[in-house]
């Protein structure tokens, strides 16, 4: 065979060859020795990229879940639902802000926590807006700010509307019936009221539902019509149990036992 050869190729290009199959070897060996090493970085990088995403994922998960906790913690506090939409899961430019606004809230610092709520809407869109003027709007009312409160309650019903986001028009209705049950006028505050009774009726939320008639024995109570107090109490309370709702149950049974009291010392 290597005569063969020989007779074909001379003995200089023979050479020739042989080193050129030689350093591509050695190419090959140098290209393989800074993929591999490379390539197992590149793996472990991805890898730990990979866990820090879960670790992050875990952590929004925390937050969001505080956040929840600190919005019930709130309504306790209250004594009213509150709207927050799907602020608990939105993204980081409007999660954050609002999650720091619930903290604040959760530990009654109203106007820091209206500070964050504000940076939450340079970011946030459609009923995310809805959502942030009813926060910030509660914050208002809570610190007793009432013109202002009134104010953010109505761009937020103004947007749902907008943004046929029929929920938080239910709850911009029934804050706005507070404001003016706060300010004195029973009428106006019944005419709220029963607007966000039907549309929470309409859409199936039970608890806003349940919420409202509460509101609307009330002011029936300080309209003195004590039989219509005690009718829409008691619905309340009938469905407040059905949700399984203990802390509403409690304060509306003791509504109803005000109301009976009442009505015994007046012979109604």
Do not use: C
């Amino acid at each position: 065979m290597m005569g063969i050869l020989q007779h074909f190729i001379s003995p200089g290009l023979l050479i020739a060859l042989v080193s050129l199959v030689i350093t591509a070897i050695g190419v090959l060996i140098t290209i393989f020795a800074w993929f591999l090493p490379r390539r197992a970085r590149l793996r472990k990088e991805e890898e730990e990229r990979m866990r820090r995403m879960e670790k992050d994922l875990e952590q929004t998960k925390r937050d969001a879940k505080e956040a929840k906790e600190n919005i019930i913690n709130v309504e306790k506090h209250l004594g009213i639902p509150i709207y927050v939409d799907g602020l608990p899961s939105a993204d980081p430019p409007v999660f954050d802000p609002f999650f720091e606004g619930t903290k604040l809230m959760a530990e009654y610092k109203w106007d820091d926590a209206i500070a964050e709520f504000q940076k939450a809407m340079k970011e946030a869109k459609a009923s995310q807006l809805v959502a942030l003027f009813n926060l910030i709007a509660i914050s208002y009312y809570t610190s007793g700010r009432l013109p202002l409160a009134l104010e953010k309650y109505e761009e937020s019903l103004r947007l749902a509307r907008q943004f046929k986001d029929k929920q938080g028009e239910a709850a911009a209705l029934g804050n706005i019936g507070l404001i003016y049950r706060a300010k004195g006028d029973p009428d106006q505050a019944l005419k709220y009221h029963q607007e966000a009774l039907e549309i929470s009726k309409q859409i199936g939320h039970r608890e806003y539902e349940a919420s409202e008639l509460g509101n609307i024995g009330l002011i029936y109570q300080e309209k003195g019509d004590l039989d219509q107090a005690l009718r829409y109490l008691n619905e309340a309370l009938k469905i407040f149990e059905e949700i399984g709702m203990q802390p509403q149950v409690e304060q509306t049974l003791s509504n109803i036992k005000i109301v009976e009291d009442e009505k015994k010392r007046s012979g109604k």
